[in-house]
């Protein structure tokens, strides 16, 4: 089946980490996506990991996938006001390479 | 950095009426797509396009629509007979190979009236 569930709002204090979280259902993903949508702008792509592996690095941001419980993460160290956007889990299944997207999460950013 | 060029930015257009959406994807991609996002939902998965033809499709593309690459830049997403329903912000995308994440366009917001 295809659903990825996000929770669809966080709030963090500027300079605190935020942890944004995504679930899905289908064990056949390939690829795991986190893309950010900034008002009124189009997708932009954060960061992917591959579904063998269990974390991904990427200057403040670190990817965590759980693929026992079909489980994806993303935090985001020293969260500052620009990090405010909507921000999007998506994957890919078995040998299609269209995107299945979560609900998004929108993530505030408060001084 | 390349880009997704989507023209226009926004589009209005009578009920019934046929709109041609324009996309310009990075000039080494061979892989494109269009997906469709209603205004508080998802985003939604539309079409998959290579080597000029239709790889994928999801139910929602239906024979109101067609894809089109009628030269070696542009990409096309053509909408017969609007429909209330249909207004949504349009992003196209590309990508060099499949797998390894795609590059949006920054979308056409499509309201028909």
């Known amino acids: 089946g295809e659903d990825v569930e996000q929770s669809l709002f966080l709030s963090v204090r500027e300079g605190d980490s935020s942890v944004i979280n995504c679930t899905y259902t289908?064990?056949?993903?390939?690829?795991l996506y986190w893309y950010k949508q900034e008002p009124g702008a189009g997708l932009q792509l954060l960061t992917y990991?591959?579904?063998?592996?269990d974390m991904k690095q990427d200057q403040r941001l670190t990817v965590l996938l759980n693929k026992k419980d079909k489980h994806l993460s993303l935090r985001i160290a020293d969260t500052q006001t620009g990090d405010s956007a909507i921000y999007f889990c998506?994957?890919?299944?078995?040998?299609?390479?269209?995107?299945?997207f979560g609900t998004g999460t929108r993530l505030q950013v408060f001084p | 950095e390349p880009e997704v060029t989507q023209t226009p930015s926004h589009q209005v257009t009578q009920m019934g009426q046929e709109v041609i959406l324009r996309c310009v994807p990075i000039?080494?991609?061979?892989?494109f797509y269009w997906y469709r996002q209603i205004l508080g939902q998802k985003v939604e998965f539309l079409v998959s396009?290579?080597?000029?033809?239709?790889?994928?499709k999801s139910e929602i593309f239906d024979d109101q629509f067609s894809v089109e690459r009628p030269d070696g830049s542009n990409f096309t997403l053509k909408i017969r007979s609007t429909k209330l329903e249909d207004s949504a912000m349009y992003f196209c995308?590309?990508?060099?190979?499949?797998?390894?994440?795609?590059?949006f366009g920054s979308g056409t917001r499509l309201t028909i009236v």
């Open positions: 995308a590309s990508s060099v190979r499949t797998g390894n994440g795609y590059t």
């Open positions: 289908d064990s056949s993903s390939t690829y």
């Open positions: 990991i591959f579904s063998n592996m």
């Open positions: 998506a994957e890919t299944q078995g040998n299609t390479d269209k995107l299945i």
């Open positions: 000039s080494n991609h061979l892989y």
């Open positions: 396009f290579y080597n000029n033809e239709i790889s994928e």
